[in-house]
């Protein structure tokens, strides 16, 4: 610096205010403001303004700040007075001619007697510039926070992502498009056993996904898991197997979602389940449905079978007779039973009521479900009600539970009412509405349930007396008696005695495994009878008579004198014109006849099935005995007959 600031001070100091002149951040200048010359110019201001340090030297400070004398002879006046002074108000010009907005600080600087200005320049603009830029890098720094802590949030959601893969009970593994593995959660190594590192970075398929349960070759174009990279969707399999580290398989479930990055596929997460467990459960479920579907078969058979044992021994065939009051019967049985008319059977006890009730029933559409029989004479009073509609827990002392009434029992069948005449006449109206209407409740609910039953209904009473009395609703016999069947007592159809007595005699040496024989003489005795038990009592008194037979000869005990004496099977009479009553000799050419067609409808096959003794449904060995006793000679099978 070639002014000398400060020449008071010692030379060493001199020389290093020169030196914090020059390299002062802040342009300065030193004037003379009584000269209007520049004295110096730090390199700093040299640069602000544009000029070299020389040519500044020799500038005129008016001539820097020309057409603003004023301005500058008022800061110029304030600096010589108060020693300090600022201002904005200058605006020098650059050498190249624009003008600087700058903001002056003039100090008096008292040297060698003179006053001279020392002019600090801050350059406005670069002073806003600096505040911009700082703005902006706290801005930044600000913004550098502010990412950081978004980078925490992602990292934490990592961490927690990790957790959840951790803790969740799926096998999940992730792939790229590449088909390489990205990761493999605990679960998923714990299922495979294969380890995480083992998997990540290769491909899955050809270590765990490469074969089917059965051995077949799974080619990775097919896998689903490789196709959802393929068509973006999701694929959800269920009874395929992953193959552990150990060989085994373990049946899986999973769901292969496709990863997209911005729109673009860029992998796929597996999530799986060990469903081993879940098959073994359903397919015992199946093999237990598969059983149960062969015992209800079985149960189906055996109950159609049952069914068919039952209709054989009810069916119209096991009302016996020849006799016109039992065809007429037969007639009303085959023209009724197709409708669902009520039937109202009349007759003495023993008749054969039930039977033609269940003749009926067999004969009608409704046979494939049953036929209920109430005995009303044998229901006490106060449990009509309960015995026909059921009842529900607790509707009177001692209902300990919920219990169906006839009715129900009866839903789509037939309900038989035995005695119907001993129904208390306070109950034949509720009879009499559910007979019309269809509907009843059970004792103690108000649930009305629907109802589809047919009724027959028998009485040894007669009822139209009854009505008259009073006893029996008038309404109600219409309803019961739309088709009235009458069953004749035995004394007036006594042709049907002695075939009756064989029936029962047959089913008596049957049951008692030896040969009975009725003889003319028992038949007619029989037939002499009067029978007021009528059917039952007949067939009593063979019972009787088969039990204490002697030697094949039955011993028929008649309360009458034509009946007392035991029969001694020697009488030779012919039987009557129109009777069936055969001589033994006649039963033994029939029964000969029976056998032999049987055996020719077997082809001479005696064993086994499809043999004789099957057909006539008797033991193979007595129909050998009998063979031989009837002297039958067999033929070789296949031969056209048999001799005899
Ligand atoms: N025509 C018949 N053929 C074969 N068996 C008969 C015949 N009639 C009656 N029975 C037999 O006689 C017995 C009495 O018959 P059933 O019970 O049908 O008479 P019922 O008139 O209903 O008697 P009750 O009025 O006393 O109830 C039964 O074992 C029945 O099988």
């Known amino acids: ?99 600087l907005r700058l903001e002056y600080a003039g100090s008096l600087l008292p040297q060698d007697g003179r006053s001279l200005v020392l002019l600090t320049m801050s350059d406005l603009d670069a002073r806003r510039r600096r505040y911009v830029d700082a703005a902006a890098e706290d801005h930044m720094r600000g913004g550098i926070a502010t990412w950081q802590r978004v980078e925490r949030v992602f990292q934490d959601i990592e961490r927690e992502n990790q957790l959840i893969l951790r803790a969740a009970g799926e096998g999940i593994y992730g792939v790229n498009a590449e088909g390489k593995t990205t990761f493999v959660n605990p679960a998923a190594e714990r299922m495979l056993g294969w380890a995480a590192e083992e998997l990540v970075g290769k491909e899955i398929h050809p270590i765990v996904h490469h074969t089917h349960h059965d051995g077949r070759h799974y080619p990775d174009h097919d896998c689903p898991i490789y196709a959802a990279f393929r068509d973006g969707a999701v694929h959800q399999v269920d009874g395929e197997v992953f193959w552990r580290k150990d060989g085994t398989p373990v049946w899986v479930e999973y769901t292969s979602t496709p990863i997209r990055d911005r729109g673009v596929v860029v992998g796929a997460v597996i999530v799986f389940r060990d469903v081993s467990q879940r098959r073994e459960a359903d397919e015992k479920l199946h093999a237990a449905l598969a059983e149960v579907d062969r015992l209800r078969e079985r149960l189906e058979l055996e109950n159609a079978y049952l069914q068919e044992e039952i209709r054989i021994e009810t069916n119209p065939r096991g009302i016996i007779g020849q006799s016109e009051a039992i065809q007429k019967t037969l007639r009303q049985v085959k023209l009724v039973a197709p409708t669902t008319a009520a039937v109202m059977i009349t007759g003495e006890s023993g008749t054969g009521k039930e039977l033609i009730a269940r003749a009926i029933h067999e004969a009608s559409s409704r046979r494939d479900r049953p036929l209920i029989r109430v005995n009303c ?190 029969s001694t099977g020697s009488a030779q009479v012919k039987p009557e014109a129109g009777s069936a009553v055969m001589t033994s000799a006649e039963m033994r050419a029939h029964e000969r006849a029976n056998i032999v067609a049987a055996l020719q409808a077997c082809s001479g096959k005696v064993f086994g099935p499809g043999g004789a003794a099957e057909m006539l449904d008797i033991k193979p060995t007595t129909l050998a005995s009998r063979i031989k006793a009837l002297g039958i000679a067999p033929r070789p099978r296949g031969s056209a007959g048999l001799s005899g």
């Open 1 to 99: 610096m070639d002014v000398a600031l400060g020449s008071t001070a010692p030379p060493q100091d001199v020389e290093l205010r020169a030196t914090a002149f020059e390299f002062a951040v802040e342009p300065t200048l030193l004037f003379d403001p009584h000269a209007d010359q520049i004295l110096d110019a730090n390199p700093a201001a040299c640069t602000l303004l544009g000029y070299d340090r020389a040519l500044l030297r020799q500038t005129k400070v008016s001539t820097l700040h020309s057409g603003q004398l004023p301005a500058l002879i008022v800061f110029t006046q304030a600096v010589l007075d108060k020693g300090a002074y600022w201002t904005n108000a200058l605006t020098p010009r650059h050498a190249t001619g624009q003008s």
């Open 377 to 566: 004479a044998a229901i006490p009073r106060e449990l009509f009600e309960s015995e026909f509609f059921g009842h529900v827990r607790g509707a009177f002392t001692g209902a300990m539970r919920d219990r169906i009434g006839r009715f129900e029992l009866a839903d789509g069948g037939t309900l038989f009412l035995d005695e119907v005449g001993e129904i208390p006449l306070e109950l034949q109206g509720k009879l009499l509405r559910v007979l019309q209407e269809g509907n009843f409740e059970r004792v103690g609910e108000e649930r009305t349930r629907a109802v589809d039953v047919r009724a027959i209904a028998a009485t040894n009473r007669d009822l139209k007396q009854e009505v008259q009395r009073g006893r029996f609703r008038e309404d109600l016999y219409f309803r019961l008696n739309v088709f009235p069947v009458e069953s004749v007592p035995l004394r007036e159809r006594r042709e049907d005695i002695p075939l009756l007595a064989q029936h029962f005699l047959n089913r008596e040496s049957k049951a008692l495994k030896s040969e009975l024989r009725l003889s003319e003489g028992d038949a007619r005795r029989l037939t002499r009878y009067d029978w007021p038990g009528n059917v039952r009592e007949l067939q009593n008194v063979i019972e009787r008579a088969a039990i204490l037979a002697q030697n094949g000869r039955l011993r028929i005990n008649l309360p009458d004198a034509a009946g007392a004496q035991p």
